[in-house]
């Protein structure tokens, strides 16, 4: 009995023993794989993360790149911009042709608006730089005190020319005054205003001329003059008309579209016919 029992428990303790064995293996087996797969998990997390702060780091080094590349851009403009700051500073320095024209025109506006009641001008001349020439008749000292207080006001250095009485009537008067209109005459570089070239002038001033209704006469074109980066030539021209045409045509002559400089205009009388201004331009081009 001992023996078979002994058998018998060995038999079953060795089917006990080998599926311990087998669940241990079985066990192992998956606990391999286990961390087989953590471990690959791990590594695809690390590569996850890796590639993540890679892709980053590019991002970061583009937007760097790109600052850097306009910064670089700024720095480049800003070395330009100061080189030709530092260019037109050398350049030889004057009135401008915007200047001249604008302080022509404003000698012209103000013997031209001043108060005219009792006065009858009969010679204009301005120049460039505002000084001014009028003459012409007045009914009697007051109306003349007047115009004269108003040229006086808004402009500089006028001085009393000729003034005799007329023997039509014992106040009427014919007078003279000079002067030099109030005007900033800031100085900069010659060529800050260029006409593309002096033989397309014609075709503008003639342009202008039919829009005012003025006639314009021949064209004459001077010597040249050099200057610091440009050339300066002269113009000289008649415009006749009635005087609010010429009026409308000087002032046509002002502008981005006409860059020239009113050197001088004088305007006087056509008996009766309107009026005849001789003018000169100064034109610069390269």
Known sequence: MIHVNLA???DVNKVSVD???????????HRVALVVSLAAAVVLGCVGVTLAMLHQREERNAILDEEFAQASQRKEKAVKEAEAKARRAALPRGMTLAAER??????????T?????GIGLKNIAVRGGGLYYVSGVADDPRSLSQYEGALRVRSEDVRKGEETPLGASKRARAFSRYGRAKHDLREAP????LFPAVDSLETRLRALAGKSGVKLGKVAKEGEKPLGGCVERAVSFEARGAFDQVDLFLHSLDGKKSPVGIAEVRVGDEGGKGVVARVRLDV???
């Open 113 to 117: 608006t001043a108060p005219m009641q």
């Open 8 to 10: 018998r428990y060995l």
């Open 102 to 111: 604008g302080s022509a025109l404003e000698a012209w506006r103000l013997v």
């Open 190 to 193: 010659f060529c800050d205003e």
């Open 19 to 29: 599926r311990v064995s087998q669940k241990d293996s079985f066990f192992a087996e």
């Open 284 to 286: 610069r081009y390269r």
